[in-house]
């Protein structure tokens, strides 16, 4: 995934230059801006045209319906927060941080970090320097390939929570972003012990499927189509009290996840963030505090 956003980082970057020189060279330089402008007004269309149609979609979701005001300030944010993810984190600065697994640890509970679909662990950047500054273990895993089954993260998931228990000799807190909270919970109904996992966080995750995977291309986002008998298949592999050891973060301007309930789960402690894009969800403050909660709690 690192090498693919990287080719479209670069050939972005070649086109809006090329452009310039272009203009240049027949002494039209006022028209040289016009390429990067084409690139960003682009981007910004397509997520526009995702947010017009998450407010068309809500229909009868008990989340609040989302304002006009509510909705431009989350896809102006964005605008700006997503080509950060996307054209430097993921693509330049994925191995930035890595795995943190002091010999000192016995004792200190883990984090296991899961990205979502088109990530990698570059994702989780922010969250690995404070992580690591804060002294926690942790495992940021890049599940791949990036557009094959779900299912193929298990065996990444289970290998990265191997070396957590070795670590810590406690059962780590698992965080999910968007398709990584189902990776978890696929991993967690086939593994089946409930005393590996002290509590699951996810971001965004459609957990009920979302309107947006109709248009599926990739085997992955065919799987997070609304009742895909994969998500029912895997709902009814899981014992029903295990959703209460989730809690599991919403918004009614999640752009990729909609209708917005559709990231929650029935007796979750489900919490909602009003105005939050998709992406820009991982750096809204709520999610790594309820982190830092989970990680205080006492061993059971």
Same mark, same amino acid.
């Given at each position: 995934?690192?090498?693919?956003?990287?080719?479209?980082?670069?050939? @972005?970057?070649?086109?809006? +230059?090329?452009?310039?020189?272009?203009?240049?060279?027949?002494?039209?330089?006022?028209?040289?801006?016009?390429?990067?402008?084409? +690139?960003?007004? *682009?981007?910004?269309?397509?997520?526009?045209?995702?947010?017009?149609?998450?407010?068309?979609?809500?229909?009868?979701?008990?989340?609040?319906?989302?304002?006009?005001?509510?909705?431009?300030?989350?896809?102006?944010? %964005?605008?700006? $927060?997503?080509?950060?993810?996307?054209?430097?984190?993921?693509?330049?600065?994925?191995?930035?941080?890595?795995? $943190?697994?002091?010999?000192?640890?016995?004792?200190?509970?883990?984090?296991?970090?899961?990205?979502?679909?088109? !990530? #990698?662990?570059?994702?989780? #950047?922010?969250?690995?320097?404070?992580?690591?500054?804060?002294?926690?273990?942790?495992?940021?895993?890049?599940? %791949?390939?990036?557009?094959?089954?779900?299912?193929?993260?298990? &065996?990444?998931?289970?290998?990265?929570?191997?070396?957590? %228990?070795?670590?810590?000799?406690?059962?780590?807190?698992?965080?999910?972003?968007?398709?990584?909270?189902?990776?978890?919970?696929?991993?967690?109904?086939?593994?089946?012990?409930?005393?590996?996992?002290?509590?699951?966080?996810?971001?965004?995750?459609? $957990?009920?499927?979302?309107? +947006?995977?109709?248009?599926?291309?990739?085997? #992955?986002?065919?799987?997070?189509?609304?009742?895909?008998?994969?998500?029912?298949?895997? @709902?009814?592999? %899981?014992?029903?009290?295990?959703? &209460?050891?989730?809690? !599991?973060?919403?918004?009614? !301007?999640?752009?990729?996840?909609?209708?917005?309930? #559709?990231?929650?789960?029935? *007796?979750?402690?489900?919490?909602?963030?009003?105005?939050? @894009?998709?992406?820009?969800?991982?750096?809204?403050?709520?999610?790594?505090?309820?982190?830092? &909660? !989970?990680?205080?709690?006492?061993?059971?």
């Amino acid at each position: 995934m690192a090498r693919i956003q990287q080719v479209l980082t670069l050939a @972005a970057l070649l086109f809006a +230059l090329l452009w310039a020189a272009y203009c240049f060279r027949h002494g039209d330089a006022a028209w040289a801006p016009l390429g990067a402008l084409l +690139l960003a007004t *682009g981007y910004a269309g397509i997520l526009g045209l995702e947010f017009l149609l998450l407010a068309w979609v809500h229909g009868e979701d008990p989340t609040p319906r989302a304002t006009p005001t509510q909705l431009l300030k989350a896809w102006w944010g %964005e605008i700006v $927060h997503a080509p950060q993810v996307f054209c430097w984190r993921q693509p330049f600065q994925s191995q930035r941080y890595p795995d $943190h697994l002091p010999p000192d640890a016995q004792g200190r509970r883990g984090v296991l970090l899961v990205h979502g679909f088109v !990530c #990698n662990r570059g994702l989780w #950047n922010p969250w690995l320097q404070r992580l690591r500054a804060a002294g926690v273990p942790y495992v940021a895993v890049t599940t %791949e390939p990036p557009f094959g089954s779900i299912d193929d993260g298990i &065996a990444t998931i289970e290998h990265a929570m191997r070396q957590l %228990e070795a670590c810590t000799g406690l059962a780590p807190v698992l965080v999910g972003h968007s398709m990584g909270g189902l990776t978890i919970r696929r991993w967690w109904a086939e593994m089946g012990d409930d005393q590996r996992v002290h509590h699951a966080i996810t971001l965004g995750t459609p $957990h009920r499927g979302t309107w +947006l995977a109709r248009f599926a291309l990739s085997r #992955n986002v065919r799987q997070m189509q609304q009742r895909s008998n994969w998500l029912a298949t895997l @709902a009814a592999r %899981e014992p029903p009290q295990r959703t &209460a050891r989730f809690t !599991c973060f919403h918004s009614h !301007c999640d752009n990729i996840v909609f209708p917005p309930a #559709n990231a929650t789960l029935p *007796g979750a402690d489900n919490r909602h963030l009003p105005g939050v @894009a998709h992406v820009h969800m991982v750096d809204h403050p709520a999610p790594w505090q309820a982190l830092m &909660a !989970c990680l205080d709690q006492p061993a059971a």
